[in-house]
């Protein structure tokens, strides 16, 4: 599995290896592939990102609903009925994919916090 960036960078997963490299074709990280590194790359590969992770998935613009909003504090989950699942923890965006394997992991920006918070409305 292959994924190449407009910036002439590549992610690559071949034989269970993931390499990263530059827009130079140089190897800049290579180790062992993590269900992470697959499920986001085959992400990008299907054209799913953080901004459009509602959508069905089959390139439709319908849309997957959220099935379940959990609120306490600021913090917030929200599941859709095409099984992904974003969360905003103690300032921590995290993205899931319908086989739970996290996808995205980072600081929560407002952006995040407005997109959930406008999921359930």
Do not use: C, H
């Amino acid at each position: 599995m292959e994924v190449r960036y407009a910036d002439g960078t590549k992610e690559e997963i071949e034989n269970g290896r993931y390499e990263r490299k530059n827009a130079q074709n140089r190897t800049v990280e290579e180790r062992l592939a993590t269900g992470a590194d697959v499920s986001r790359l085959r992400s990008l590969a299907n054209g799913i990102s953080i901004d459009n992770v509602r959508s069905s998935g089959q390139g439709g613009t319908a849309g997957s609903p959220p099935t379940k909003i959990e609120r306490q504090g600021n913090n917030i989950e929200v599941n859709y009925a095409n099984g992904w699942k974003e969360e905003i923890e103690f300032g921590r965006y995290e993205l899931k994919d319908p086989y739970n394997r996290t996808v995205v992991e980072r600081n929560a920006t407002a952006a995040d916090r407005r997109r959930l918070q406008s999921a359930g409305n």
